[in-house]
């Protein structure tokens, strides 16, 4: 194989360049935007920065945040400390220092929008305005916003959330979390270097209706979110089933990150799945006797036994997890005022923040700790009603 072509310059595609090149293969990352103020938190979990160290150690600009408030509907806001802190960047600062990364490594970075795609009998022809590029294989890192129908996840109305918000000129040093009435999704507001981002992200609620939620909170918090700048995007949240028949791959090409549908469907982060299906990608690409008409498969079940299962297992409780009630509170109202008895929902809290408690073993773990105190056996009950036994056949062992 003599060239990969990564389209997207996102962290999914940046790192995905810097693993190939680094590996010996000829790699051109094209991006319009390349590195951009993406409409998100920007947070960075325990979980990516222990597996991708460089992620914490750089002179990137971001904030070590250490306090989260999580709140919900009629129930006073838990404090939570994070035993180990969450990292949150400017999504322009941290895509601008993955792509010099890879530029360092030796890929060659194009500021071009594809226009098109072009299957020859070896690769690939992609048009840009300056002209055609060849490529033997394709790496997708597009994002949500995939303008090549034909390559990655296919999107339908239940597989995605509405995601919108302000960046606020003000600054505050922890994350709160708010869980609203009878919505799936939540309110954040995640400190940066200079301005706090402000969202909301929501599924079966207008834009609109989601904006006025958001700003009624902020409102209430006394945030002026009228010097904001707003943004609004689409955030990738598949159902169950849609994880079964998810389009990952097909021949001579990969999507990675957004573009495959790889975001946690209950927190919503993405930044750890971007990098590492980039790595597990990479790493089908470089691999001794790599077939391009095969690879996809490899790839699909690289990710499976990774965490695509786990993550597809979340989805089949996500709805309930957000929407369900227990004696005629929500559940998240339940869990915010719970955390302030219990030390080991609180502990378990600290972990899904961080990324290290997963949703296989999620069951498992509340029914063998929480059963000492009626509170705890309270909690337990809740989550039993909530969380399915995992498949048959699937590790669900308490890690």
Not at 245 to 253: D, E, H, I, L, S
Request: aromatic share 10%; with cysteine.
């Amino acid at each position: 194989m003599k060239r990969v072509a990564v389209l997207g310059g996102g962290p999914a595609g940046a790192h995905a360049a810097e693993k190939l090149v680094a590996s010996g293969l000829d790699t051109i990352l094209i991006d319009e935007k390349l590195a951009w103020e993406k409409p998100c938190g920007g947070g960075v979990t325990y979980k990516a920065y222990e597996r991708y160290p460089y992620l914490f150690e750089n002179q990137t600009q971001k904030k070590i945040v250490t306090e989260s408030y999580i709140g919900a509907y009629k129930s006073v806001p838990a404090m939570l400390g994070l035993n180990q802190p969450i990292l949150i960047f400017s999504r322009k600062e941290l895509n601008q220092m993955l792509l010099d990364r890879a530029e360092a490594a030796g890929a060659q970075i194009e500021k071009q929008r594809v226009t098109g795609i072009v299957e020859r009998e070896h690769g690939w022809t992609l048009n840009t305005k300056s002209g055609n590029i060849d490529a033997d294989y394709v790496v997708v890192a597009t994002g949500a916003r995939n303008p090549l129908r034909e390559m990655g996840t296919e999107w339908t109305p239940e597989d995605t959330m509405v995601a919108l918000g302000y960046y606020i000129p003000t600054n505050q040093d922890h994350i709160d979390i708010q869980f609203l009435d009878r919505l799936e999704g939540y309110i954040w507001i995640f400190p940066r270097n200079g301005h706090l981002s402000a969202g909301i992200c929501g599924r079966g609620e207008t834009a609109q209706r989601l904006r006025l939620r958001l700003e009624r909170y902020l409102d209430e918090k006394g945030i002026n979110w009228k010097q904001g700048q707003l943004y609004a995007h689409m955030l990738p949240s598949l159902s169950r089933r849609h994880w079964r028949t998810n389009r990952v791959a097909g021949k001579r090409w990969m999507a990675v990150g957004d573009a495959a549908g790889l975001v946690d469907p209950i927190t919503g982060e993405g930044i750890y799945y971007a990098m590492r299906s980039a790595d597990l990608a990479s790493q089908v690409i470089t691999a001794g006797g790599f077939d391009p008409l095969t690879s996809g498969a490899v790839y699909r079940g690289r990710i499976e036994d990774d965490f695509l299962l786990d993550l597809e297992f979340g989805a089949s409780f996500a709805q309930k997890l957000y929407l369900g009630r227990f004696f005629f509170k929500s559940i998240p109202s339940c869990i915010v005022d719970y955390m302030k008895r219990s030390p080991k929902l609180y502990e378990l809290m600290q972990d899904i923040f961080s990324g290290t408690q997963d949703y296989l073993t999620l069951r498992n773990r509340l029914f063998r700790n929480l059963n000492g105190t009626v509170n705890e056996a309270v909690v337990n009950f809740i989550f039993q009603r909530i969380i399915p036994e995992p498949p048959v056949g699937v590790r669900a062992e308490v890690r």
